[in-house]
């Protein structure tokens, strides 16, 4: 059974452009959300979609956008690249929105900004 | 105050050893607590649970305090292979536009690194 998948696995891009990160949940989880670890630092909260809806946002601008297809895959996309925004995205599938169940993480994408 | 605080280390051990880690979080409204395993350049993942009660698995156990709003994991009996960055993470409710979802919160993380 496969479990959550990212992709690409590394990217290189260049301040101002623009980047669209892809995740594939579990079968049958409903819930993605996004994480921003920076090094040496714990994944912080981007995103939560649940049945094809943002769900929570956290603390992050508005180039930051995301969505949720039927079939529960996500997109993450990134606008006007910053040095700053060089960090592992992790994506994490969930059967509920309440997560207080395991939350199962991707292999990340690592994006760097040069 | 960040709302998951742990002591980042990097501990230093020799296999055999007992170590200690803690956690403190500041919503007194968390919901679960969680310790995730993250080795080097690779995902989170699932260490254990944890219960007010304390659980054990094998050479972990994990507490919970409440009222002191603390969380600690133990192992014992360390392995080469416990190496790694252990995470603290607390899940509380959020509400918006109505609709309560839960978000994970992390800690910054605590290197562990067991030698021969």
């Known amino acids: 059974d496969a479990g959550v998948t990212q992709s690409p696995t590394h990217l290189i891009k260049t301040r101002g452009q623009q980047v669209t990160l892809r995740c594939s949940p579990i079968?049958?989880?409903?819930?993605v959300s996004w994480y921003q670890q920076v090094l040496g630092q714990g994944p912080q909260f981007i995103f939560q979609?649940?049945?094809?809806?943002?769900?929570g946002r956290g603390n992050f601008p508005d180039r930051f956008s995301a969505r949720q297809f039927p079939n529960y895959s996500s997109e993450l996309n990134v606008n006007a690249l910053l040095l700053g925004d060089s960090a592992l995205y992790l994506c994490?599938?969930?059967?509920?929105?309440?997560?207080?169940?395991?939350?199962?993480f991707g292999q990340g994408t690592r994006l760097t900004v040069v | 105050r960040k709302e998951v605080e742990q002591d980042p280390g990097p501990f230093n051990v020799p296999e055999g050893a007992t170590v200690a880690f803690n956690c403190t979080y500041s919503n007194s409204a968390s919901q679960s607590f969680f310790w995730y395993r993250q080795d080097c350049r690779k995902e989170p993942k699932l260490l254990m649970s944890v219960y007010s009660s304390g659980n054990e698995d094998g050479r972990f156990t994990a507490q919970l305090n409440r009222a002191s709003q603390y969380i600690s994991l133990l192992i014992r009996d360390s392995k080469l292979s416990d190496s790694a960055t252990y995470l603290c993470?607390?899940?509380?409710?959020?509400?918006?536009?109505?609709?309560?979802?839960?978000?994970?919160?992390f800690g910054q993380g605590t290197i562990l690194t067991v030698h021969p």
């Open positions: 079968s049958g989880h409903k819930s």
């Open positions: 979609y649940y049945e094809k809806e943002e769900r």
């Open positions: 994490a599938s969930s059967s509920g929105r309440l997560m207080n169940t395991e939350a199962f």
């Open positions: 993470v607390v899940m509380g409710f959020a509400n918006a536009g109505g609709t309560s979802y839960g978000k994970l919160t």
